[in-house]
Nanobody
Framework: QVQLVESGGGLVQAGGSLRLSCAAS????????MGWFRQPPGKEREFVAA????????HYGDSVKGRFIISRDNTRNTVVLQMNSLKPEDTAIYYC?????????????????WGQGTQVTVSS
């Protein structure tokens, strides 16, 4: 069973940056397509970014395109979300997800593995 643990959330001012990390254990990480999702207060979980198992291709939600970068290190079993030019509307709980059969999957129910989430708050 794959376990995912996020870290790196916190409070940041608008325009600032944060780096989220997700550490995987219990499976073959290098075989897993990975993604990041977020859930703003009172709203549904939404797709942020995805990366193919090899790291060779990435896909982003429209609201973060050009500001966020997803990457992975298969030697360290980690996936990272670098968040730049943060806006108050980026405030949410951010979740690491893994195991989708299609690497560009944007629906949460297509990912069998999830972390517990990390809070990101962007102040104006």
């Amino acid at each position: 069973q794959v376990q995912l643990v996020e870290s790196g959330g916190g409070l940041v001012q608008a325009g600032g940056s944060l780096r989220l990390s997700c550490a995987a254990s219990g499976g073959t990480f290098s075989n897993l397509n990975m993604g990041w999702f977020r859930q703003p207060p009172g709203k549904e979980r939404e797709f942020v970014a995805a990366i193919i198992w090899s790291g060779g291709s990435t896909h982003y939600g429209d609201s973060v395109k050009g500001r966020f970068i997803i990457s992975r290190d298969n030697t360290r079993n980690t996936v990272v979300l670098q968040m730049n030019s943060l806006k108050p509307e980026d405030t949410a709980i951010y979740y690491c997800a893994g195991g989708s059969s299609y690497w560009r999957s944007i629906l949460p129910n297509l990912y069998p593995y999830w972390g517990q989430g990390t809070q990101v708050t962007v102040s104006s």
